[in-house]
């Protein structure tokens, strides 16, 4: 009885998320006595085998095919069940990423079973299967039961650290050809578009947030001053992107971008549960708030209490100073 | 052209989610609720797609009666017909949701025709399942991509693009199709007072459907266990300034 992986990976070069889902994968499988294997798709997928083998991968299978050349969701979901019926895989498991999710779903529909998305910790139990998963983007836990004939699960992002296997794993590469219906070139990527951008929310170093206490898109001129000091990119809070004052690819939170800088300037920002799921991954947090009853201040590491358009005008002057 | 967007009813918490006694829901008793922001985008979008092609718009719903007040409000910006299925539970479970809904659109089409394009939330802000319209396609054998953060139509197709990261994806769907849309991909209007007076006025058909549960049973909800430090206070007002320099300095973010 098998444990099914699916792995992503870039010409070869296993993604970061993979490498969580073999991880979780490697302990499900030891705790419910499964042997584990994984699947990869698209070009360059062999040469992914190696690193799969040392991540305990006994079998790795080879997807390839025409429609499988580029990313489609329907036909890579496809893939995946065909590979789950003749493998007779009791466990699929991907990680929680866009991608992951999408296909774990296409899969489930496909095999009309559940899915359970972006899982903590998954256990056998009797027969059955004992779950808590993330809502709310993070900010709810639930525990679920399973009943299921194939468990469908993703693991959710950034849950567990990425390791090896103790001993490597046999890795021995199957190659499997899916039998996939031409319609299913309907969903596969027909393009690319590459916007190339510096420093980006979800990477920078230092983010300085702005929320409704900012008060206009004009206000945001300090905010965008100091954040050139420190070599970082503003954010913002939805209330923010709702008055139109920056664009959503701005957005830090549950329905916007997850960031996790150096240090996290919030400033008029409250700290509502949706917002600080995105900023919580944070080194350390400044909030600058007149309320000192604000969430955001009581959950900082740092804070001043103050008009935002008083204090952060008074440290762009300092850093000035300071640097001469 | 003919769209259908499917939206789901949350409570909107504030600084921290609390869960009722017997933790099998949010509790909402000082909450107000909303549309699922991914969703209150897509009735966005479908309400400009058929201003720019023409058409109408109907909303969907799975969810207690009270559901009824975000139907209305998708009357209030400009979506034209309305479904709700009602349940009695806090929430159906992904499979038995879906399962109604592919029901509730069958019923609405074999009456008018098919759905140019079928509109979901990428995933509900709460129970968040990753899902409902993948199965809902299948079901109806249709193409459908998520992560959908712009749409054009010209033809017959949908051409949809989905943010990576730096840059997008653009996907060509044949309609009729279905789109997992996210937040983002506009800018939702506010109700003018007339769309509000005539979301009043607004007919909501009921759609009572009876589905068996999926195998994903809820036990429980619990908050995550969180750290909370004590805060430091750098000071008060502009004074502040050289404390708050010093620390940026000793994290090595000034040089
Ligand atoms: C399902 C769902 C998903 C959501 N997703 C997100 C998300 O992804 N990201 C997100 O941000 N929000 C999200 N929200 C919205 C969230 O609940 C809050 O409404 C929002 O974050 C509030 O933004 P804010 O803190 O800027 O505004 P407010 O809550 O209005 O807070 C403004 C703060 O500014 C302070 N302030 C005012 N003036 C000044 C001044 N001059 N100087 C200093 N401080 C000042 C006030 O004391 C207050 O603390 C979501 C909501 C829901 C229901």
């Given at each position: 009885?098998?444990?099914?992986?699916?792995?992503?990976?870039?010409?070869?070069?296993?993604?970061?998320?993979?490498?969580?889902?073999?991880?979780?994968?490697?302990?499900?499988?030891?705790?419910?006595?499964?042997?584990?294997?994984?699947v990869v798709?698209?070009?360059?997928a062999e040469?992914?085998a190696?690193?799969?083998?040392?991540?305990?991968?006994?079998t790795v299978h080879v997807a390839s095919h025409?429609?499988?050349?580029?990313?489609?969701?329907?036909?890579?979901?496809?893939?995946?069940?065909?590979l789950?019926?003749?493998?007779?895989?009791?466990?699929?498991?991907?990680?929680?990423?866009?991608?992951?999710?999408?296909?774990?779903?296409?899969?489930?529909?496909?095999?009309?079973?559940?899915?359970?998305?972006?899982?903590?910790?998954?256990?056998?139990?009797?027969?059955?299967?004992?779950?808590?998963?993330?809502?709310?983007?993070?900010?709810?836990?639930?525990?679920?039961?399973?009943?299921?004939?194939?468990?469908?699960?993703?693991?959710?992002?950034?849950?567990?650290?990425?390791?090896?296997?103790?001993?490597?794993?046999?890795?021995v590469v199957a190659a499997f050809r899916p039998?996939?219906?031409?319609?299913?070139?309907?969903?596969?990527?027909?393009?690319?578009?590459?916007?190339?951008?510096?420093?980006?929310?979800?990477?920078?170093?230092?983010?300085?947030?702005?929320?409704?206490?900012?008060?206009?898109?004009?206000?945001?001129?300090?905010?965008?001053?100091?954040?050139?000091?420190?070599?970082?990119?503003?954010?913002?809070?939805?209330?923010?992107?709702?008055?139109?004052?920056?664009?959503?690819?701005?957005?830090?939170?549950?329905?916007?971008?997850?960031?996790?800088?150096?240090?996290?300037?919030?400033?008029?920002?409250?700290?509502?549960?949706?917002?600080?799921?995105?900023?919580?991954?944070?080194?350390?947090?400044?909030?600058?708030?007149?309320?000192?009853?604000?969430?955001?201040?009581?959950?900082?590491?740092?804070?001043?209490?103050?008009?935002?358009?008083?204090?952060?005008?008074?440290?762009?002057?300092?850093?000035?100073?300071?640097?001469? | 052209?003919?769209?259908?967007?499917?939206?789901?009813?949350?409570?909107?918490?504030?600084?921290?989610?609390?869960?009722?006694?017997?933790?099998?829901?949010?509790?909402?008793?000082?909450?107000?609720?909303?549309?699922?922001?991914?969703?209150?985008?897509?009735?966005?979008?479908?309400?400009?797609?058929?201003?720019?092609?023409?058409?109408?718009?109907?909303?969907?719903?799975?969810?207690?009666?009270?559901?009824?007040?975000?139907?209305?409000?998708?009357?209030?910006?400009?979506?034209?017909?309305?479904?709700?299925?009602?349940?009695?539970?806090?929430?159906?479970?992904?499979?038995?949701?879906?399962?109604?809904?592919?029901?509730?659109?069958?019923?609405?089409?074999?009456?008018?025709?098919?759905?140019?394009?079928?509109?979901?939330?990428?995933?509900?802000?709460?129970?968040?399942?990753?899902?409902?319209?993948?199965?809902?396609?299948?079901?109806?054998?249709?193409?459908?991509?998520?992560?959908?953060?712009?749409?054009?139509?010209?033809?017959?197709?949908?051409?949809?693009?989905?943010?990576?990261?730096?840059?997008?994806?653009?996907?060509?769907?044949?309609?009729?199709?279905?789109?997992?849309?996210?937040?983002?991909?506009?800018?939702?209007?506010?109700?003018?007072?007339?769309?509000?007076?005539?979301?009043?006025?607004?007919?909501?058909?009921?759609?009572?459907?009876?589905?068996?549960?999926?195998?994903?049973?809820?036990?429980?909800?619990?908050?995550?266990?969180?750290?909370?430090?004590?805060?430091?206070?750098?000071?008060?007002?502009?004074?502040?300034?050289?404390?708050?320099?010093?620390?940026?300095?000793?994290?090595?973010?000034?040089?």
């Amino acid at each position: 009885m098998s444990l099914l992986v699916i792995c992503d990976h870039d010409r070869g070069k296993l993604a970061e998320a993979s490498l969580e889902a073999l991880a979780f994968g490697r302990s499900l499988a030891t705790s419910a006595g499964l042997d584990m294997e994984a699947v990869v798709v698209g070009e360059g997928a062999e040469s992914a085998a190696v690193d799969l083998a040392a991540h305990g991968a006994s079998t790795v299978h080879v997807a390839s095919h025409e429609l499988l050349t580029d990313f489609g969701p329907e036909a890579w979901g496809e893939t995946v069940t065909q590979l789950v019926r003749s493998s007779g895989a009791e466990v699929v498991l991907a990680c929680g990423t866009d991608r992951g999710n999408e296909v774990v779903a296409h899969v489930a529909a496909r095999l009309d079973q559940p899915f359970v998305a972006n899982c903590r910790s998954v256990e056998p139990d009797a027969g059955d299967w004992t779950i808590t998963r993330v809502q709310w983007g993070g900010s709810l836990l639930e525990d679920v039961s399973l009943t299921a004939e194939v468990v469908l699960v993703t693991v959710a992002h950034h849950a567990v650290e990425p390791s090896v296997a103790a001993a490597p794993a046999a890795g021995v590469v199957a190659a499997f050809r899916p039998d996939l219906d031409a319609s299913l070139a309907h969903t596969v990527v027909a393009d690319r578009v590459v916007l190339t951008r510096g420093v980006t929310l979800s990477t920078a170093p230092v983010v300085v947030g702005g929320g409704r206490g900012v008060g206009s898109a004009e206000a945001f001129g300090p905010l965008e001053e100091l954040a050139g000091l420190l070599g970082g990119v503003v954010g913002c809070s939805r209330a923010v992107t709702n008055n139109g004052w920056r664009p959503h690819s701005d957005q830090v939170g549950q329905t916007g971008t997850r960031i996790a800088p150096d240090i996290y300037i919030a400033s008029g920002i409250s700290g509502a549960i949706q917002h600080w799921v995105g900023a919580m991954a944070a080194k350390n947090i400044l909030a600058i708030n007149t309320d000192s009853e604000a969430n955001m201040v009581a959950r900082a590491g740092h804070a001043v209490i103050g008009d935002l358009h008083q204090v952060i005008p008074a440290i762009i002057e300092e850093i000035r100073r300071r640097r001469g | 052209m003919r769209i259908l967007v499917c939206v789901k009813r949350v409570p909107a918490p504030g600084a921290r989610i609390n869960v009722t006694a017997d933790g099998m829901a949010v509790d909402s008793a000082h909450l107000g609720f909303t549309t699922s922001p991914h969703e209150e985008c897509a009735v966005e979008e479908a309400v400009r797609l058929v201003g720019e092609h023409g058409g109408e718009v109907t909303v969907m719903t799975l969810g207690p009666a009270a559901a009824e007040e975000q139907l209305r409000y998708a009357a209030s910006v400009g979506a034209h017909r309305f479904v709700l299925v009602p349940i009695q539970e806090v929430d159906w479970d992904p499979q038995r949701t879906a399962a109604a809904l592919a029901g509730a659109i069958g019923d609405v089409e074999s009456a008018d025709g098919a759905f140019d394009l079928i509109l979901f939330g990428n995933e509900s802000a709460d129970a968040g399942g990753f899902q409902v319209g993948v199965r809902v396609a299948y079901a109806l054998g249709r193409p459908v991509v998520n992560g959908i953060k712009g749409v054009d139509i010209a033809d017959g197709v949908a051409s949809a693009r989905r943010e990576v990261d730096g840059g997008f994806e653009v996907y060509n769907l044949p309609m009729p199709a279905v789109l997992g849309v996210k937040e983002g991909i506009n800018l939702p209007r506010y109700p003018t007072m007339k769309g509000r007076l005539a979301s009043k006025k607004a007919e909501v058909v009921v759609d009572e459907r009876s589905v068996e549960v999926g195998g994903q049973a809820r036990v429980r909800l619990h908050r995550p266990v969180e750290t909370v430090s004590e805060t430091v206070i750098l000071g008060t007002g502009p004074e502040a300034a050289p404390a708050v320099v010093d620390l940026l300095e000793e994290l090595g973010l000034l040089t």
